[in-house]
């Protein structure tokens, strides 16, 4: 067999074993949507870490951070994912505690209480996160806030919720609130009102026993929003058992 016979017959061979590249224009919309990352469900947890709640109440919310992560790590998909951040306001400022991440990955610090109650300042950190587009893509589903305090705001508060509600993304968030202890004052209870979405109402755990079970429940209401936008069976909050 002559050189340029043989020559032929390995190029031919080598073909064969070639696979052939995939051509983009091809691919079915199916795959396409396999291919692209979970979209994220963005969660805020504003957490109140003010003096008043020291000890037990302080304890408790740790605890519950971690198993309210916990569940929403298991409520991963192919077409969504929750992430979560933490803004807590104690001292005199607030500040990013957690970054948003996939709950999955969520390792929580342990708060320590102390200081005054700077939930303005809160509200506007986590306004500008929810707006910045490198925090909160714009794929993302509708974000879902969450406000945990057991006390009147030390700062003005009213203008940065006004912002909060009236303004981009954030105006367009799914809140929830939850009160905390028996003591609230008319200013507190008025606050998590105007902060909760309209027609679901303030969580209450007057006693520390109670805060764990509050947390449960709102680890549900997210879960139910969440299966509801990425098209799984959410369950009916109806049949939870309410605190």
Same mark, same amino acid.
């Given at each position: ?5 043989? *020559? ?17 224009? $091809? ?19 504003? !957490?109140?870490?003010? *003096? ?20 929403? +790590? ?5 077409? *969504? ?58 794929? !993302? ?24 509600? $009236?303004?981009?993304?954030? +105006?367009? !968030? ?39 079970? $509050?947390?449960?429940?709102?680890? +549900? ?12 069976? !959410? ?9």
């Amino acid at each position: 067999m002559s050189e340029k016979l043989v *020559g032929f017959v390995l190029r031919k061979k080598m073909a064969r074993r070639q696979p052939l590249s995939a051509d983009p224009s $091809s691919e079915t919309p199916m795959a396409a949507r396999q291919r692209r990352p979970p979209r994220p469900l963005p969660v805020f947890v504003l !957490a109140d870490i003010s *003096g008043s709640m020291h000890g037990e109440k302080i304890a408790v919310l740790n605890d519950s951070m971690r198993v309210m992560f916990s569940a929403f +790590a298991t409520e991963d998909s192919p077409r *969504g994912q929750i992430h979560v951040a933490v803004v807590t306001f104690g001292g005199d400022e607030a500040r990013l505690h957690m970054p948003l991440i996939p709950a999955s990955q969520a390792e929580w610090s342990e708060v320590v209480a102390g200081g005054r109650t700077p939930l303005g300042d809160a509200l506007d950190l986590t306004r500008q996160l929810i707006e910045d587009p490198e925090v909160v893509p714009e794929s !993302a589903f509708t974000p879902a806030l969450v406000l945990v305090s057991d006390g009147a705001p030390t700062d003005d508060w009213e203008a940065p919720l006004d912002a909060l509600l $009236s303004e981009g993304r954030a +105006a367009k !968030a799914v809140r929830l609130a939850m009160g905390i202890g028996s003591d609230r004052t008319p200013e507190a209870e008025h606050v998590l009102t105007t902060f909760a979405t309209p027609g679901w109402d303030v969580l209450r755990a007057d006693q520390v026993d109670e805060i764990a079970r $509050s947390f449960r429940w709102v680890t +549900a209401k997210v879960t139910s929003q969440f299966r509801q936008v990425t098209g799984r069976v !959410a369950p009916r909050l109806q049949d939870l058992d309410a605190p």
